[in-house]
């Protein structure tokens, strides 16, 4: 299995082709053939037939794929375009920007944790607590208007 200098997620330059000077985010990483895809760059048209009498056939636009040589990654630190280099920091290899030495790979860390999803536990507790409250509620209103009834009547 071959490694690239790029991965999914990082922001790149391309260098050469119809797409010249765009940037944009990885999508997409095909290390073996050495090629990546960019999102809104490379764009293809795609001739889809129709495979059913429900489905319609047509022209689709996606992102075709650039040769890794093609693109430069843009350090998020300085915004610069720049070469990998490679530190040892403790006992893992991390990615590192040539010009200004940040890290490349602490900030595809953070975007990779999803905020996390309501489990249905925790929606049927949301619900027990609703419904607890509303019942809270509705017995206040009944003292009161007991409260005010013997009022009344007194």
Known sequence: M???FVKKGDNVKILAGKSRGKTGKI???DPDANRVTVEGCNIIVKH???RSAQSQGGKQKMPGT???SNVQ??????????RVAHAVNGDK???VCKKCGASLDV???AEKKPAKKPSKKDEVKKDDDAAAT???????TVKKSVKKLEKDVL
């Open 2 to 4: 071959n490694s690239l």
């Open 27 to 29: 999508i997409g990483v």
């Open 48 to 50: 889809i037939k129709p």
């Open 66 to 68: 650039i040769d890794a």
């Open 73 to 82: 990654i843009v350090c998020p630190a300085c915004n610069k375009t720049t």
């Open 93 to 95: 290899k991390i990615r």
């Open 107 to 109: 900030k595809q860390k």
């Open 134 to 140: 509303e019942e809270k509620t509705v017995k206040k």
